[in-house]
């Protein structure tokens, strides 16, 4: 069964350094989202994808942020200049479209800023 | 979207249902009610969806009342590896599809 991927699992960096997170959605699905989840915190979200631009964005997804399709298979999450709170889980889902709504979510990336 | 009312947590016997409450009172004619579960650590995953029918797939049943005021998610049979947050969300599609999660029910199946 496809399945959206992510990598790397664990992320560990300083504060201030650029750190972008990579995921494969799955291959015929056409929407695209980030969410993250801070440990102990509801699973929040961040950005959604469509036809090569952001269809809608939270309060969270401020100008450090950035995500970008560079080709037809990686959806890729860029933190210009991390700090301490952008420590969480960070998923990635695709949706195929159509009649279809649920979202398939990969198994995450841990990002650590330290 | 309308807001869901979950127990925050609830214990099952292994091989015996779960039952999984969600109460969304102010739910509007065009709003579906979603589940998904994550269990720990991982990617939310999604379970089943429904309107006004009663749904059923491989993993689980969903029982919606007749005024959609209500929903209970069932597990048949629970075994260990369902112990998971699970998420009931109502949801018309809008806003982009995104998916606003609550903090959940945590179910703990016990051997």
């Known amino acids: 069964e496809p399945e959206v991927t992510q990598t790397p699992s664990h992320q560990v960096t300083q504060m201030g350094q650029e750190v972008i997170l990579r995921c494969v959605p799955i291959s015929n699905h056409l929407y695209f989202y980030w969410y993250r989840q801070i440990l102990g915190q509801k699973v929040e979200f961040l950005v959604s994808f469509y036809n090569n631009e952001i269809s809608e964005k939270s309060e969270i997804f401020d100008d450090q942020f950035s995500v970008e399709r560079p080709d037809g298979s990686n959806f890729t999450l860029k933190i210009r200049s991390t700090k301490l709170e952008d420590s969480a889980m960070y998923f990635c889902?695709?949706?195929?479209?159509?009649?279809?709504?649920?979202?398939?979510f990969g198994p995450g990336t841990r990002l650590t800023v330290t | 979207d309308a807001k869901t009312t979950q127990p925050t947590s609830m214990d099952c016997a292994e091989g015996r249902a779960a039952n999984l409450p969600c109460n969304h009172s102010t739910i509007s004619g065009n709003e579906y009610v979603y589940w998904y579960r994550q269990i720990h650590s991982q990617g939310p995953q999604y379970i089943i969806h429904?309107?006004?029918n009663n749904e059923t797939n491989e993993m689980a049943s969903l029982i919606i009342t007749e005024d959609r005021k209500s929903s209970t998610l069932i597990l048949p049979h629970a075994t260990l590896r369902d112990t998971a947050v699970y998420y009931c969300?109502?949801?018309?599609?809008?806003?982009?599809?995104?998916?606003?999660f609550g903090k959940g029910t945590l179910l703990t199946v016990n051997p």
């Open positions: 889902a695709s949706r195929k479209g159509d009649s279809r709504w649920e979202q398939y």
């Open positions: 429904g309107l006004k």
């Open positions: 969300i109502v949801w018309s599609g809008g806003s982009n599809y995104k998916l606003t």
